[in-house]
């Protein structure tokens, strides 16, 4: 321990040697609204990290990698940020010409967690959170040439009550190294004044419709035209207004699942005087996500209004090397990919908001997505009566903030403001079939209430209210997580479908390929590939197939790969080795995705 951090041991992951550390990540950020030309500001800052008391040093301490955390390797700092530190970046940018009638965007896609920004030693703005992309007009601050940005960062992360998920300052067991500053791409945008800032887009497959609303700020009238492509074949093209839904029905449409990912493009083209001002590419898809009754009266989910079981792994999004920045945009793909080669049809995005191009990937390969908020509230790790309770039956009420340690109104607060963030955010992505507000009663509160206000806001979508322990009988699942002890089939619930949003955990340490070959955590230790393939083969065979009759719908195996300590993935950290029989798991979630 230095500091109360934990060093990564140098496990890299396969992709490492592929970083452009002078340009990383350098595929277009924003796949749902896409522009021709952008600027990435990714690669080698100026840094420094001071006492939050102390000046602003004369000197930075070195070179950082942007977009990596301040905290991983490929950073090339590797430190921790304390709650009591300053993180400040710096850099140099030229940009071209702007005209009088374009302005121009600054993006960043996430830092964590309180920043400041200056253009030109100009304050421009700041922002709070750490999951959620946010953006400044810096057009009145530029100049010609050369121009600098400084970006501030502040991070308590597990001493306050900001949405952190498994960040700690002091890692350990299922606690993983912290997430500081700037982890997602920073770009600029040159566009025009007037320009679309976003679009929602809703599909009805029962009417085959899309409903889709161009959003413009402004309060003159204008309008939109609107193309819409199958691959590279026109399907239609038309003129709606901008700022409400307009109704545009397609003949019949092609459904998107994951078994037929198919999307549709879409360009929009901003129209005043008969002149195009501003032209962004989109996409959506055509899915639908209900819930209904099978022929024995059990609630089931059903995907475009047939029977579907959902074959799912817990995927927390870390990499040994980056922690929670993918350190490649294939890095990404091929855990969707591998995913997907073994049979499985879902991921449950665990904690974490993944960047832009992951949802992206997901709804372009097909995979369905779990979308859990990342945890918030001040000391709900080793909460003995929120944790410790549902493993004897017993599920209190969440209202009681208290016992959540939910007490800070603006811990609340916040975490609601941004739950409606993550919504807005990703809400146009198909993949994206379940919202998930709280897991295992961390930082848990008034999740019926907010379970219903989720499925108001967005109706196209199921919510598991309260993934695995406290059960406040809201929307949409009894949901149950299960590790160590035998699976049964909870007390019926004639409303709403029973899941496993989590089980297995089953855990194997594989020398040269783990954070740490002294301090290892499972909830269940073999030596062999074989011993551990059979004990999966097992567990399956004997107590999930046989729930699947009873009313089990979906099912979410713990994990996707070892995370630091934690070495219970079906791949090892550095994504190097699949640690089961690949056919028997693709074999065995065949099975269960063609019992109903």
């Known amino acids: 321990m230095e500091n109360g951090f934990t060093k990564s041991f140098n496990l890299k992951s396969k992709y490492y040697n592929s970083v452009n550390l002078e340009l990383p990540l350098n595929e277009y950020p924003r796949p749902q609204l896409q522009r021709e030309h ?3 500001l990714n690669g080698y800052y100026d840094y420094s990290i001071y006492k939050k008391e102390q000046d602003i040093p004369d000197q930075y301490n070195g070179k950082i990698v942007v977009p ?10 590797n430190k921790p940020l304390l709650p009591d530190e300053i993180l400040r970046y710096h850099r140099s940018f030229e940009l071209p010409e702007v005209d009088k009638n374009q302005v121009v965007l600054l993006h960043f896609e996430a830092v964590d967690y309180l920043s400041e920004v200056l253009i030109n030693n100009q304050f421009v703005g700041k922002n709070r959170g750490g999951y959620l992309p946010f953006s400044f007009d810096i057009t009145k601050f530029i100049k010609k040439g050369i121009n600098e940005l400084v970006v501030s960062v502040e991070d308590p992360t597990d001493t306050f009550y900001q949405e952190r998920g498994k960040q700690v300052l002091k890692p350990n067991g299922i606690w993983y190294t912290a997430t500081s500053g700037i982890w997602q791409t920073v770009w600029i945008e040159i566009v025009p004044s007037l320009h679309f800032d976003a679009v929602k887009i809703i599909s009805n497959i029962d009417n085959s419709s899309i409903r889709i609303h161009p959003i413009v700020i402004t309060d003159e009238p204008k309008e939109a035209k609107i193309t819409l492509y199958d691959k590279s074949k ?15 029905t397609i003949k019949n449409p092609k459904l998107w699942s994951p078994e037929s990912p198919n999307i549709y493009d879409v360009t929009l083209e901003l129209i005043e005087k008969d002149i195009v001002i501003d032209t962004v590419k989109t996409y959506f898809g055509y899915r639908k996500i209900h819930i209904a009754k099978d022929v024995q009266g059990l609630p089931r989910i059903y995907l475009n209004n047939q029977l579907y079981f959902q074959v799912g792994v817990l995927d927390q999004g870390y990499f040994p090397e980056s922690l929670l920045t993918p350190p490649t945009d294939q890095a990404m793909i091929d855990d969707i990919e591998t995913m997907k080669s073994l049979g499985f049809n879902m991921l449950r995005k665990h904690i974490k908001i993944e960047p832009r191009r992951w949802y992206y990937h997901c709804d372009r390969i097909g995979m369905l997505v779990w979308q859990d908020m990342p945890s918030g509230g001040v000391g709900y790790i080793g909460n003995l009566l929120a944790v410790g309770l549902p493993n004897i039956g017993i599920h209190i009420l969440d209202n009681h903030y208290k016992r959540f340690h939910r007490n800070e109104f603006k811990g609340r607060q916040e975490f609601e403001t941004h739950l409606k963030g993550m919504i807005d955010h990703l809400f146009n992505h198909p993949s994206i079939c379940t919202w998930v507000p709280f897991n295992e009663g961390w930082g848990q509160f008034d999740a019926k209430r907010i379970g219903e206000e989720i499925k108001k806001y967005d109706p196209s979508r199921l919510v598991d209210h309260a993934s695995g322990w406290h059960d406040q009988k809201g929307p949409d699942f009894v949901s149950i997580h299960k590790y160590i002890f035998e699976i049964k089939l909870p007390k019926k619930d004639f409303n709403r479908p029973f899941v496993l949003s989590e089980f297995g955990g089953y855990s194997q340490v594989l020398t040269n390929h783990v954070w740490d070959e002294t301090h290892s955590f499972g909830y269940k230790m073999f030596d062999t590939k074989t011993s551990l393939s059979d004990a999966y083969e ?32 079906l791949l090892t950290y550095d994504r190097e080795i699949v640690k089961l029989e690949k056919f028997m798991v693709l074999a065995i979630n065949n099975q269960l995705r063609n019992i109903t």
């Open 38 to 40: 952008w600027i990435n």
């Open 68 to 77: 990596f955390c301040v905290e991983s390797l490929i950073s090339q700092v």
């Open 234 to 248: 026109k399907v239609l093209s038309t003129v709606i207004p901008i700022n409400k839904f307009s109704e545009i």
């Open 538 to 569: 097992q567990l399956l065979h004997e107590q999930i197939i046989p729930l699947v009759d009873k009313g089990l719908c979906a099912i979410v195996y713990t994990q996707l790969s070892d995370v630091e300590l934690e070495v219970n993935g």
